[in-house]
Nanobody, 115 residues
């Protein structure tokens, strides 16, 4: 069974930093494309950052230059380093992968940025 578990969310002041972590199990992690999404109440879940099996990365424009996605295949982990956080970054952040033709999601971790 595929399982993704996020951690690292919390409350931070504007301009601060947080690092989210997601550990995966039940998959061959090193071949999986991993993604971070975020969602605010009443809105759809949007992709924030993607990292391929080869390490290629992609970011939504609003976080470019502030967020960095990385992975550690030995530990089955993907990270999202977030810097210069702003109140509009407040959301529940989810780890996601597509494996065996299905989308698999973690339970989410809340990030709250105060002004």
């Amino acid at each position: 069974q595929v399982r993704l578990v996020e951690s690292g969310g919390g409350l931070v002041q504007a301009g601060g930093s947080l690092r989210l972590s997601c550990v995966g199990s039940g998959i061959n992690f090193k071949i999986a494309t991993m993604e971070w999404y975020r969602q605010t109440p009443g809105k759809q879940r949007d992709v924030v950052a993607t990292i391929s099996a080869s390490g290629a990365t992609n970011y939504t424009r609003s976080v470019e230059g502030r967020f960095t996605i990385s992975r550690n295949n030995a530990w089955n982990r993907v990270y999202l380093q977030m810097t210069n956080l702003q109140p509009n970054d407040t959301a529940v952040y989810y780890c996601k992968t597509r494996y065996w033709s299905n989308d698999w999601w973690g339970q989410g971790t809340q990030v709250t940025v105060s002004s």
